[in-house]
């Protein structure tokens, strides 16, 4: 998804942008721009033309000075008749506004990595002001290039915008304006807000920006600068997150944690519906209304080196190899002599006991979570979970009992359906817990309680260390639960309490191994199709064991229930295809190995993913990969970890980009 960050104070402020933008990369971007307040100084010269150069040689970018001293500025770029050095690009134009006092904003926006707009700013040292916004798109409305991307802005130069989100009444108020003389240049819904906040604005910011609120429909976070309040950025959000940071040296607004983690620690979940002002000093919150409102800022814990790679050749490897410390994290603090502490939940041991049926939602990796979930909390708790995609729940008026605990899953926090679906259950009146792990977000403070997995930042796309933290999580629920309705006793506690702190220790020792399944991943790395079959638990991993290899080897691949195999499934198995069973649990071992045999006659090469001790996997896969013992209720936890790093090679060996899968964005805060 589109990524924003901000910045006023006492630097340059171009550098500072790209650098946050850098940081938002993972959240997947076709093409990006920055927009600098210039306050009415001499804006050219020296640096300019330095500046200048560098686009000349840039494949694919534009950049114009607008502002309310070049009034022809954008009409000129509009019929791509701009200066003669704008033939010299490939895709886009660019376009530097002449010598003035006046107020202005410069904009250079660039279609592709990050890499090309650095080379048109000379790492945003030919973008001189203190004061700017940037934004990494990923096309929705619009195919990705230099026109669509942002930041956006008016036609008289007053306004650049920079949007995350959807406005869903974009072509309404574009055929209104349309009628009313505003001329559109991009396919964008963005370019509809920079029109609306041109036309209501007159001198007051907020008022205009409280204006477009009640105009528009859908999610947004928006960061604007005004042509004429050099110095001062203004954001607003609705639905899609957006945060502002404090620090000695100025102020933040970002879409990301990690975009401004290096300057400050210092934040604010910028609340539904409010809008802020910036300025290298002073914040200020304002309600619809437009009365200025109270925020508190919060401590991110996360440091700095969370966030970069530190040495791996990818976030998502580091990823995999943060989890043990990931689990610890998560798991330890919640015990405490062998008993589950869940008092964080705000639930008393009645209220946990009287749930009566639970009701799981969540999107991709996090709905493998909930599967995973209604094995072990129903075998533990003896509750009945049911288990929903976040993007059918919200729609599909579901019939719920009356006390029913809905859990909401999400990494992020921010998942349009999944924050959608916690609405609709809000709305329906049941209590709802929010599995997050991105501490302030929208689920978490619309939640009636929240359960933080303690994974840090996760910036690899595909979902590991969170994946995990999830999956520890979902434990300490059911134990509380079960420990709650009497259904465990305090022996057995203590017993999965035990072996609950010492999955991280096993996590390590898998990998350990990694050279293995390295070797192994090799020889697939050319695959067509690659299928995951399990029966029960061994199926939610399978499921998430799929998703990883697709997502990142762009491999065809499907996860089965073993059982239902036979139902269709097994005419597309052919000679040589990678047919991997997952099987930890006592009681279905048997009936899984008869399924990797079916699979194995018709042609199938089987890898048999099992605890140590089932060796008698080896007489039918053509290749085991042992994970140590544990209670079969935790086992998700240890076999997904080959299964992820099976992923990564088989991703790597094809030599794509692991962190950044195509069409993919970390967050998707859009429907
Ligand atoms: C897959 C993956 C996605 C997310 C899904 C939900 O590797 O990361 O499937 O699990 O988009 O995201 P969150 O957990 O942020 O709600």
Redesign the pocket.
Known sequence: MCGIVGFTGRQQAAPILLDGLEKLEYRGYDSAGIAVAQSGVAVHGGVEGAGLTKAYSAQSGSRQTVGAARPDAQEDWQEGTGAASARSVQDGSRMTGAGSAEPSIEIVKAKGRLKVLREMTDDGRSVPGTCGIGHTRWATHGEPSVVNSHPHYAKNKRVAVVHNGIIENYQEIRDRLTKEGFSFISATDTETVAHLLDKYYAGNPIEAISRVMFRVRGSYALGILFADRPGEIYAVRKDSPLIVGRSDQGNFIASDVPAILRYTRDVCFIPNLEIVKLTDREIHFYNVDQEEVEETFSQVNWDTEAAEKGGFAHFMLKEIYEQPKAVRDTVSPRISEGHVNLEELGMSQEDLAKVSRIQMV?????YHVCMTAKYMVEQTARVPVDVDLASEFRYRNPVMEKDTLVIV???????AD?LAALREAKKLGYRVLGIVNVVGSSIAREADSVFYTWAGPEIS???TK??STQLAAVYLLAIGLGRARGVIDETAEQEMTRELLRLPEKIERILEEKERIQWFANKFSHSKDIFFIGRGLDYASSLEGS??LK?ISYIHSEAYAAGELKHGTISLIEDGILVVGVATQKSLFEKLISNMVEVKSRGAYVLGVTSYGNYSMEDVANYTIYVPKTMECFAASLTVVPLQLLAYYVALGKGLDVDKPRNLA???TVE
């Not at 969540?362 to 996090?366: E, R």
């Not at 899953?409 to 998942?415: A, F, K, L, N, W």
């Open positions: 969540a999107c991709g990796s996090a899953v999400s990494q992020s926090g921010e998942t999944s796309v595909a979902t969170a994946y998703l990883k997502e970390k967050s998707v």
